[in-house]
C-alpha cells in the first residue's frame, strides 16, 4: 500500500475540491488531491460561469444586485427551508471569489442573465471561443495551475473510497490507484467535493423516484456515482436528501443543430399529451420552472409548437430570447434541422400538414388539441384568459407545416445528501460537527430546497466555488489549532 501524508486531504478535482485545495494551501496547509477522473474540472468543465453578487461587472453595467436583495429573494424562493447562515456566507463572499479568480488569471465576459425573468449573476467565463458551452474549463485550468504553484499534489486516476475515524476525529482517506492498488493518505482534515450521484442512477430512482432515460433526461457525467455521499454518511454525516438539479431538454438536444434548440425553447405554445396548456410560457426558457411543470404532466411529456409563419419570424428577425447556451442567433437551418432530426429517427422532432396529424404523431388527444389551438388563436387577437402570457409572445398557429419538440424533464446532475454548517463542516444527526471532516459542491448542495434557483445563474458552480473556497479556509484554520 502506498502511504502519502498532507494536512489536508481534498476528495475529488472538479471546482469545489480546486478551490478548496487552492484555499487550504494558501492558507498555510499541505494538500493532497484525490481525483478519480485522468483530469480535473468535473461537470464544471461542461459548464459557463459561477455566480457573483455585488461584483464590478454588475456595477459597471448599473445592474448592481446586493446581498441583501438576492439574499432575501432566495430566502423567499425556497420559503426559508434551507440554512440561511450558510446562503449569506457563500452569497457575501461570492463578488470576492471572483476577484480571487481573477487574480489567479481568469477572465471574464461579464455578468449575464440566463433568460429574461433572472437576474445578471451568470459571471461566465471568457475562453478561446467566445461565450459558450465548456468556457468554465478555463476557470478549472487557472485553478489547477494556481494549486500546483501553491504545491498541491494531485493524485489523478486515484479515488477516494472511505474516510478514516480515530476517536471521532478523521485521520485519513483509503483510496485506490489505477491498478487497483490501494493507497492511504494520512491527513488531519478531509474534504469530500465528489460532485453527487448524476451518474449513479440507482441512486436516483431510490432518492428522487426518476428512471434515468425514461421520464428523466439528466446529464450523466461519467465517475460521479456519488461516492462522497457513501464516504461521509458512513463516516457519520446525517443524510439529507439527495435532489436532481432540474433542467428541462429538449429530445435529443445534444444531436440538434443549435437552431432547433433555440426555436423551440422560444415561448411557443406549450401542451401536455391531453392537448392542454399547463404553464405560461413567458417562462419557458427557466428550465428549472420547465421540468418542474413537465413532471407533473402525464407521462412526463411536453410539447413546443410552432407554425410556420412563427417559424419564418424566428429565421427573418432572430429568435426572442437568445440562450446564451446556444449563443449563435442564426436559427435560418430551422426546418432542415427539424427535417434531418426526423430523418434520423428523432421521434420528439414532429412535422405535419394538419394539427390533428401533428397530434397523432405525437400521441396527443386530437380533438383537445385542436381545440386547444382554435382557443389560443383567439386569445392571440385579444389576451390570453388562460395563464395571463405576455401578448407580444402570442403569435396564432395557422399556417402549415406545423412544427412539435417533445421537452422532457431534465437535469445537471444531483445536488445534496450531506448536512454541512456555515463553515463547510460535516455535522452529524445532532448538528455537531464530525471533526476534520467538511464536504463542498454538489455533495453538499441543499440550498435549494425542492427546485434549482436559476433565478440567480450561476448558483450550483458559485456554490462550489464558494463553498470549496471556505471547506478549505476552515480546514486550514483546525490544522493549526490542532496542533
Ligand atoms: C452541461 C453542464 C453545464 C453547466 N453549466 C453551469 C454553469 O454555467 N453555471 C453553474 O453554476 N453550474 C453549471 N453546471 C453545474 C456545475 O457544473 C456543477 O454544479 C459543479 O460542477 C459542481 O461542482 P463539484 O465540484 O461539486 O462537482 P463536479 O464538477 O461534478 O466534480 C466532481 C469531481 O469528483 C470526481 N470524483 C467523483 N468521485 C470521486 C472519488 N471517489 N474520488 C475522487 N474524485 C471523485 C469527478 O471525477 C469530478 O472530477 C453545469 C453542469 C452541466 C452538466
Not at 494538500?31 to 461537470?43: D, R, S, T
Not at 456519488?226 to 439527495?242: I, S
Request: glycine share 10%.
Amino acid at each position: 500500500m502506498a502511504n502519502y501524508e498532507a494536512q489536508v486531504c481534498v476528495v475529488a478535482g472538479g471546482p469545489s475540491g480546486l478551490s478548496a485545495a487552492v484555499q487550504a494551501a494558501e492558507d498555510g496547509a499541505s494538500v493532497i488531491v484525490l481525483e478519480k477522473a485522468a483530469a480535473v474540472g468535473g461537470a464544471a468543465n461542461m459548464g459557463m460561469g459561477p455566480l457573483g453578487i455585488g461584483t464590478r461587472y454588475q456595477k459597471q453595467n448599473m445592474q448592481d444586485v446586493t446581498v441583501e436583495e438576492a439574499f432575501n429573494m432566495f430566502m423567499e424562493y425556497t420559503h426559508y427551508n434551507v440554512d440561511a447562515r450558510l446562503i449569506r456566507r457563500y452569497f457575501a463572499q461570492s463578488a470576492d471569489t471572483i476577484e480571487w479568480l481573477e487574480d489567479m488569471g481568469v477572465k471574464f465576459e461579464g455578468a449575464f442573465r440566463y433568460f429574461p425573468q433572472s437576474m445578471p449573476t451568470w459571471h461566465i467565463v471568457k475562453c478561446d471561443s467566445g461565450i459558450g458551452p465548456r468556457a468554465a474549463s478555463f476557470m478549472n485550468k487557472a485553478l489547477y495551475a494556481r494549486a500546483q504553484e501553491l504545491g498541491v499534489k494531485f493524485l489523478l486516476e486515484t479515488p477516494g473510497k472511505k474516510i478514516l475515524k480515530e476517536d471521532g476525529k478523521v485521520v485519513g482517506v483509503l483510496a485506490t490507484d489505477k491498478f487497483g492498488n490501494e493507497v492511504k493518505i494520512s491527513c488531519q482534515a478531509a474534504i469530500i467535493c465528489t460532485g453527487g450521484a448524476g451518474s449513479n442512477f440507482e441512486l436516483i430512482k431510490k432518492e428522487t423516484g426518476y428512471t434515468h432515460g425514461k421520464d428523466m433526461f439528466s446529464f450523466a457525467i461519467p465517475g460521479i456515482m456519488g461516492d462522497g455521499l457513501r464516504m461521509a454518511w458512513e463516516a457519520g454525516a446525517d443524510k439529507l436528501p439527495v435532489r436532481i438539479e432540474q433542467a428541462a431538454q429538449i429530445m435529443g438536444v445534444e444531436d440538434l443543430p443549435g437552431s432547433v434548440g433555440n426555436v423551440m425553447i422560444q415561448p411557443n405554445l406549450l401542451v401536455n399529451k391531453f392537448g392542454k396548456r399547463f404553464m405560461n410560457e413567458d417562462f419557458i426558457q427557466n428550465s428549472t420552472y420547465l421540468s418542474n411543470a413537465i413532471s407533473h404532466q402525464a407521462e412526463k411529456k411536453a410539447f413546443s409548437i410552432i407554425d410556420t409563419s412563427i417559424a419564418r419570424y424566428y429565421i427573418k428577425h432572430g429568435v426572442e430570447n437568445v440562450s446564451l447556451v446556444r449563443p449563435n442567433p442564426d436559427v435560418s437551418d430551422f426546418i432542415d434541422g427539424m427535417k434531418m432530426a426526423r430523418a434520423n429517427g428523432n421521434e420528439g422532432m414532429i412535422i405535419a400538414d394538419t394539427i390533428e396529424e401533428l397530434a397523432e404523431q405525437a400521441g396527443i388527444d386530437v380533438q383537445n388539441l385542436v381545440n386547444t389551438v382554435d382557443e389560443y388563436n383567439d386569445f392571440c387577437m385579444s389576451t390570453d384568459e388562460e395563464f395571463f402570457k405576455n401578448p407580444r409572445y402570442l403569435r396564432p398557429i395557422k399556417k402549415a407545416p406545423f412544427y412539435a419538440a417533445r421537452i422532457c424533464p431534465g437535469g445537471y446532475g444531483t445536488v445534496g445528501g450531506i448536512r454541512i454548517n456555515e463553515n463547510c463542516e460535516v455535522c452529524d444527526k445532532d448538528f455537531m460537527p464530525i471533526h476534520g471532516l467538511y464536504a463542498a459542491g454538489a455533495d453538499a448542495c441543499n440550498i435549494y430546497d425542492d427546485s434549482y434557483m436559476f433565478l440567480l445563474p450561476g448558483n450550483s458552480m458559485g456554490f462550489a466555488v464558494n463553498t470549496g473556497r471556505i471547506a478549505g479556509m476552515t480546514a486550514a484554520e483546525q490544522v493549526k489549532n490542532d496542533k
